[in-house]
């Protein structure tokens, strides 16, 4: 089904997308040439962006796979890296500079097909002349040289003196380039080339075409350049009914371009249509041309640091109601798609694929917010990011820490209004203990976890709240409170302590009750004798009373979702001390 939608998106903005045998592609450096094939000079076509020299994109011939001892052989068509261009090598050893010279010479031979192929073409016949004449030095003497080979692999393309496009966007060119077909991918073993090409049912079209032997690659951030959604090792046991590589799985040539220049499309550097989740690059789209496209994004990342007013839920509203005849651009009833891709070696990881209606995303993601609310400070946001989230369960709070495959089971859950993973409760109850502190972030995520349990699960009990419930009886909830009570005793009774008994005893407190809870209650006699105000320490020994009215005696070990409980309960006392109470 994903190679399915990937394809419809490509079918949808084809005249967007490259066509067939096409890409665009980032060419920091042209060079220019004029009719005859002389050399005129080397083009920079950076710009800075930020801080970041980004290079111009340009429509060229698809990228040949690579790989293997005779990647050498496989040059592209009228571009690519200084190597083959120029024939100059990546390091001063022998053996790179003997490899140079046999790049470019399979790109010679590229531009010699071409010409056969367009003999009456003053284009090619002026890059061959600019092959075959040792125009090449002067390109490694002009000044401009000096900054194309300090990009390593600095692709480079040939434009003529006086022309906006590049001689391979010529529409001569493209057709010839078109008719020329695939050769064959690159193999070690010769045997397996000679074989006819394969012909069968493409499991993404249904159509009887030639079947892709390898798969187009699409690198996602932190994989090889060579990765693949699609790919087969070859021997490895993977293969079956004497079928090899991607054999295994038939998609026609035509449709792997197709879903190929789909996806990448979406994980362009520059694409809206894209976020992070943990180490997942997640893109998303729909069916067809819908608003909701344009508001996902903004939904799951970071709203600008002044801005503590964006209201998720009603960025959602306008796509949650059904509307009779409304715009397809507004249809609820469209639908969309959300796939998330890690990093696997070689290869690409599906972490995680949602399909749904825009109705049922938007739904979902109106009670995910929901579920996260909790009372908090007049200084912070209302609505937290799916990255706010997720960091506060990491180590230190950097990304780069957030637990692998938490991310991809958070964001699957949140898609399909599913319970959330129970290694979530279990990640941010674990980083509460570790660094005894239970922020907004985290208790916003337990309290989630929670509801979205008891709403599953235990359909006949009450939820967390959003803020202090007295009327909680649960014990983690209740030991959670009284906990808060006995630190503030503490705080007020010794005015600028630099660590409570949260520093020393919350992990204890949390888990094992028996083992400090007793200690504590007497401490908290020396702690309330302290207090100048009897009215205070008065009020004091009331609400403890109140919070210890249904305990009777404090249990040896709490579970997972009780010390979650307790996590709560903690910050929900915090918060209403803190609280403004007004007189009716």
Not at 26 to 40: C, Q, R, S
Not at 52 to 62: C, D, G, H, T, W
Request: net charge positive; hydrophobic share 40%.
């Amino acid at each position: 089904m994903i190679l399915q939608a990937l394809h419809s998106l490509y079918m949808r903005k084809q005249e967007e997308l490259p066509p067939e045998g096409f890409e665009t592609k980032e060419i920091p450096f042209l060079i220019v040439i004029n009719k005859t094939g002389d050399f005129v000079s080397l083009q920079d076509t950076r710009t800075k962006v930020g801080k970041k020299l980004i290079a111009r994109k340009f429509l060229v011939p698809k990228e040949k796979v690579r790989s293997g001892l005779n990647a050498w052989k496989h040059a592209n068509i009228l571009w690519d890296h200084y190597g083959y261009v120029l024939g100059y090598p990546k390091s001063d050893s022998e053996s790179d500079k003997s490899m140079a010279l046999k790049q470019c010479e399979s790109f010679k031979e590229i531009v010699r097909k071409l010409l056969e192929a367009c003999p009456q073409n003053t284009n090619i016949k002026a890059i061959n002349h600019f092959l075959n004449n040792n125009e090449a030095v002067r390109v490694l003497s002009c000044p401009e040289w000096n900054e194309c080979r300090k990009i390593p692999g600095c692709n480079m393309s040939f434009v003529i003196d006086g022309n906006l496009r590049l001689v391979c966007e010529d529409d001569e060119i493209q057709l010839a380039v078109a008719g020329m077909g695939d050769e064959k991918e690159n193999e070690e073993n010769s045997e397996f080339n000679a074989l006819p090409e394969a012909q069968g049912i493409c499991l993404v079209t249904g159509e009887y075409a030639p079947i892709a032997r390898l798969n187009p690659r699409t690198p996602i951030f932190g994989t090889k350049s060579n990765a693949k959604i699609v790919a087969f090792q070859r021997n490895m046991g993977f293969d079956s009914y004497g079928k090899e590589q991607s054999y295994n799985a038939p998609v026609s040539k035509s449709a792997s371009f197709a879903y190929s220049t789909a996806l990448n499309y979406l994980l362009a550097k520059e694409s809206k249509q894209k976020i992070m989740v943990g180490d997942a690059t997640t893109v998303f789209w729909a069916e067809k041309k819908h608003d909701f496209e344009g508001v996902f994004a903004d939904l799951f990342g970071e709203p600008a640091k002044e801005d503590f007013t964006q209201d998720y839920k009603q960025l959602v509203a306008t796509f949650r109601a059904s509307q009779v005849g409304s715009k397809p651009e507004l249809d609820p009833r469209t639908f969309f798609y959300v796939l998330g891709l890690a990093p696997n070696a070689a290869r690409i990881a599906v972490r995680f694929w949602y399909e749904g209606t825009v109705r049922q995303v938007a739904d979902h993601i109106h009670q995910h917010f929901d579920d996260c609310t909790i009372v908090h400070g007049p200084k912070q946001k209302d609505s937290l990011s799916l990255f706010r989230l997720l960091v506060s369960t990491a180590v230190k709070e950097k990304p780069e820490n957030i637990p692998p495959n938490l991310a991809g089971e958070f964001m699957r859950s949140i898609l399909a209004g599913t319970p959330y993973p129970r290694t979530l409760l279990a990640a941010v109850v674990r980083r509460i203990r570790a660094e005894r502190d239970v922020t907004y972030p985290r208790a916003a995520l337990v309290k989630a976890v929670l509801v979205r349990d008891t709403r599953y699960y235990h359909p006949n009990h009450k939820e967390v709240g959003m803020s202090l419930d007295t009327n909680n009886s649960n014990i983690g909830y209740r030991l959670g409170r009284l906990f808060a009570v006995l630190e503030k005793a503490q705080e007020e009774a010794n005015p600028g302590i630099n660590a409570t008994i949260r520093d020393r005893f919350y992990g204890a407190a949390s888990s094992t009750p028996v083992a400090v809870f007793s200690h504590l209650m007497k401490l908290k006699n020396f702690h309330l004798a302290k207090l100048d105000n009897r009215g205070r320490a008065v009020n004091m020994e009331r609400l403890i009373g109140e919070i210890m009215s249904d305990i009777n005696d404090f249990p040896s070990h709490l579970s997972l979702p009780d010390q979650g409980h307790f996590a709560v309960g903690y910050y929900h006392q915090r918060q209403d001390f803190f609280t403004k109470k007004e007189n009716s």
